[in-house]
């Protein structure tokens, strides 16, 4: 069977319902950071390309680039969607300081943003790959709620459910 694979890139937020044979994807994820979210009890699977934190400025022409604006847009597209909070996994993928910069900021930035936002809207996050060096990519299967993730193009790697 063929997957269909739907990228979401840099400021997107996707939600689909239960059902389409698809696999929710972001590619070379640098600093960025994907949140992904699967409800067991419903079949919605969700993903997030987040590229900076806090909240977007006023004049942002994609406000869904910014951590609180695109995990606000997440929570609502799930809430809509008649999510079950107990029944999904959240987990987190990014932060890479792929440019080895040590002055660099940003990766740091990020991973603060989204677990302080997601600890005050008191969502667990099941798993995560955040920090290093390397690019990363990240893999959500609509159907199943397989999470998985490559580090530089590697062997894919399961993040959710571990064995």
Known sequence: MQHKYKDVLTGEVVCVPYGPDEILCSLAIGSCIVVM??????????????????IAPDKSDNPLRYTCNALDFLIRQLENAKWSRSDT??????????????????????IRSV???????????????LGGFHRKAAYLEAQTGKMSYTCNGGELKMLWPLD
Not at 96 to 106: A, H, K, R, S, Y
Not at 115 to 129: H, N, P, R, W
């Open 37 to 54: 979210a699967y409800d067991y009890r419903t079949g919605i699977a969700a993903m997030a390309h987040i590229m900076l934190p806090g």
């Open 89 to 110: 996994v959240f987990t987190l993928v990014g932060a890479g300081n792929v440019l080895i910069d040590p002055n660099d900021t940003i990766c740091r930035n990020n």
């Open 115 to 129: 677990t302080d936002y997601l600890a005050e809207m008191q969502i667990t996050v099941k798993a995560s790959v």
